[in-house]
């Protein structure tokens, strides 16, 4: 299977539950249209993020397929140019980053029923190559982060090969999602020691500090 994770923002002229409204609606039924797809989620910033101001992103989506050929056999279809065109309506293109993901899962416990998933973007090192990088990240700190006993599921989202191609960075290197029972989970998880140990790694493969988002996801695909 290979993923397909967009960092969405909104356009500046809606406000979130506009934008909530229509990428949970007519944008769903418009994007589970499309040949091949096998999987989709979207994770939806929870309204409290806004408390402080314009979180990170506003939300993401989640698309699984088959494999790449599945990907290019999207190309020029009418149902890939209904999804952009209504992206219009909503996203703000100059924001909008997509990355092709490999998964990788840490923690392979269950998605708690109305549980939050917290969703961090994460960039490398700069003195790392993408290979140290991914290493350290699967091979070190995930069993760290999967130490948390709050945390109920843990899952990496690394960029795949392809997005480095021809000298190309992608924005981000990759995308931790990590999922709690609930907001007073997540918070708890803060003053524990396995929660200092992992905090206290990051230094040693990514850049700090880290963009995040507290979403709640919903299941458009199953």
């Known amino acids: 299977m290979i993923k397909l994770l967009s960092i969405l923002q909104r356009k500046s002229d809606l406000d979130v539950d506009s934008f909530q409204h229509h990428w949970r609606?007519?944008?769903a039924e418009i994007v589970s249209?499309?040949?091949g797809l096998r999987r989709y989620?979207?994770?939806?910033?929870?309204?409290?993020?806004?408390?402080?101001?314009?979180?990170?992103?506003?939300?993401?989506?989640?698309?699984?397929?088959?494999d790449s050929a599945a990907l290019r056999a999207l190309e020029?279809?009418?149902?890939l140019v209904a999804v952009r065109n209504d992206e219009l309506k909503f996203i703000d293109p100059r924001r909008h980053q997509q990355l092709y993901i490999t998964e990788h899962v840490i923690k392979d416990g269950a998605i708690p029923a109305d549980g939050v998933k917290n969703v961090e973007f994460v960039t490398r090192r700069p003195d790392l190559s993408v290979a140290e990088f991914q290493r350290h990240w699967r091979e070190t700190h995930g069993p760290l982060g999967a130490a948390i006993e709050?945390?109920?599921?843990y899952v990496q989202n690394h960029a795949r090969d392809s997005s480095y191609r021809d000298g190309r960075q992608p924005e981000f290197d990759g995308v931790a999602i990590t999922w709690f029972e609930n907001t007073n989970a997540m918070r708890a998880s803060a003053s524990s020691e396995a929660y200092a140990v992992t905090r206290a790694d990051?230094?040693?493969f990514v850049t700090i500090p880290l963009d995040f988002i507290i979403t709640r996801e919903h299941v458009i695909i199953a």
């Open 76 to 79: 020029n279809s009418d149902e």
């Open 150 to 153: 709050t945390v109920s599921r």
């Open 202 to 204: 990051e230094k040693n």
């Open 41 to 66: 989620i979207q994770s939806h910033t929870l309204v409290s993020g806004y408390a402080k101001g314009q979180p990170a992103a506003d939300g993401i989506a989640e698309l699984w397929f088959d």
């Open 33 to 35: 249209r499309l040949p």
């Open 25 to 27: 609606g007519q944008h």
